[in-house]
Every structure is written in structure tokens, then in C-alpha cells.
Antibody, heavy 122, light 111 residues
Framework: EVQLLESGGGLVHPGGSLRLSCVSS????????MAWVRQIPGKGLGWVST???????YYPDSVKGRFTVSRDNSKSTVFLQMDRLTAEDTAVYYC????????????????WGQGTLVTVSS | QSALTQPASVSGSPGQSITISCTGT?????????VSWYQQHPGRAPKLLIF???SRPSGVSNRFSGSKSGNMASLTISGLQTEDEADYYC???????????FGGGTRLTVL
């Protein structure tokens, strides 16, 4: 059974940092692209970052230069380092796994974590 | 403002069919066959319904189907059921540095 378990969310002051972790199990982690997707409560989904199976990374302009995604294949874990946080980053952050292994990731996420809430407030 | 444009809401009656549109550009939907659709019920994580424009993951009902024409993708739900009432999101591969973009979401009401 595929499982994704996020941790690291919480309350942080504007300008602060947080590091999210997502421990995976039930599949060969190194073969899949992984992503972070966020959702402001009551609002739509927003793409935060992607890391391909070889380790290439991608970000939307809204987080580029502030967020860094990385992966540790030996621990089946993907990380999201979030720096210079603002109130607009307040959201539930989901860890997500691509539907297909060993191929171009086109945004097809088949498995999602339960989400971790990040609140940026003074 | 989302990169892909969806109607804010659609509605239908049980047993009917509805279609949700998702409009992009030549940088995403128009040039790539990597369109996905997700269903999200309140308080739950999204569920993948369609990927690669028209493919269904194992276990997804064949009442859900996807298609694409030019810069617009569509999700059709046939034989509407009350449990289909949810939010629906499209996404697409993008040639921009973002790699993937979402639509703003469509709230489906089953009357």
C-alpha cells in the first residue's frame, strides 16, 4: 500500500522558515517524480514544486528563490525547505507522487499525503 | 489567478451528463497531451480521475472521461450521481519553468 506521511507544518512568523518532510512507503521511491501542492483552506490547488526521479527541480514564480525541494532516495523522503515565508504561503501542503514511474512527469498525481497545515502569522 | 481557466460552477441532475471545460494556451494544453483531472470532496485530498488527457487510473469509474481540442480540455461525467458532487480541478504540463499548472477549480452541484 502506497503511503505518504507529511510532517513539519506549524505556525511560523512572517520572514521565518519551515522544513516539511514526506516519508514514503509501499513503492520504489527513486523511480517516481514527487511534488508538493498547496491549498489555502476553502480555495483552489496550487503547484508548489516538483522534483523528478533524476532530481531536476521546478517551481512556480510565486515560490522560486524561497522554496527548495530535495529528495533522499535512501530514506524514501522528499523535503520542502521554505524560507522568507509570507502570509500568502499559509495553506495545507500536500506531498504527492506521480502516477507513472521512469517517465516524464506531466502533472498526473495518483497518491497524496494527508496534508500538513502551514500558518504564517505574527 | 490560475494559469488554466475553468468555470466556477456547473450543475446537473442525477442521471444526466455534464462537461467541465479547462482552457489553457499553446504553452500547456495546446502543445502537450499531459492533462489531468482531479476530484476533491470537502476535507479530503484530491483524487486523480484522468491523466494524459483521456486515461483513467485503475479503479476510476468509466463514467468519467476526458478529451482535448486545441487549447481546451474537457471532463465529461455521465450518469451523474449524488456522490459526484465535489470540486474538480484540471492540470497540465507546461513548458514554463513551473512544469505543471492548475485550473481554478469547478464546483459541481448535483441537484
Amino acid at each position: 500500500e502506497v503511503q505518504l506521511l507529511e510532517s513539519g507544518g506549524g505556525l511560523v512568523h512572517p520572514g521565518g522558515s519551515l522544513r516539511l518532510s514526506c516519508v514514503s512507503s509501499g513503492f520504489t521511491f527513486s523511480r517516481y517524480a514527487m511534488a508538493w501542492v498547496r491549498q489555502i483552506p476553502g480555495k483552489g490547488l496550487g503547484w508548489v514544486s516538483t522534483i523528478s526521479s533524476p532530481g531536476s527541480t521546478y517551481y512556480p514564480d510565486s515560490v522560486k528563490g524561497r522554496f527548495t525541494v530535495s529528495r533522499d532516495n535512501s530514506k524514501s523522503t522528499v523535503f520542502l525547505q521554505m524560507d522568507r515565508l509570507t502570509a500568502e504561503d499559509t495553506a495545507v501542503y500536500y506531498c504527492a507522487r506521480a502516477a507513472k514511474a521512469d517517465t516524464i512527469f506531466g502533472g498526473e498525481v495518483e497518491y497524496w499525503g494527508q496534508g500538513t497545515l502551514v500558518t504564517v502569522s505574527s | 489567478q490560475s494559469a488554466l481557466t475553468q468555470p466556477a460552477s456547473v450543475s446537473g441532475s442525477p442521471g444526466q451528463s455534464i462537461t467541465i471545460s479547462c482552457t489553457g494556451t499553446y504553452s500547456d494544453i495546446g502543445d502537450y497531451n499531459y492533462v489531468s483531472w482531479y476530484q476533491q470532496h470537502p476535507g479530503r485530498a484530491p483524487k486523480l480521475l484522468i491523466f494524459d488527457v483521456s486515461s483513467r487510473p485503475s479503479g476510476v469509474s468509466n463514467r468519467f472521461s476526458g478529451s482535448k481540442s486545441g487549447n481546451m480540455a474537457s471532463l465529461t461525467i455521465s450518469g451523474l450521481q449524488t456522490e459526484d458532487e465535489a470540486d474538480y480541478y484540471c492540470s497540465s504540463y507546461s513548458s514554463t519553468s513551473t512544469l505543471v499548472v492548475f485550473g481554478g477549480g469547478t464546483r459541481l452541484t448535483v441537484l
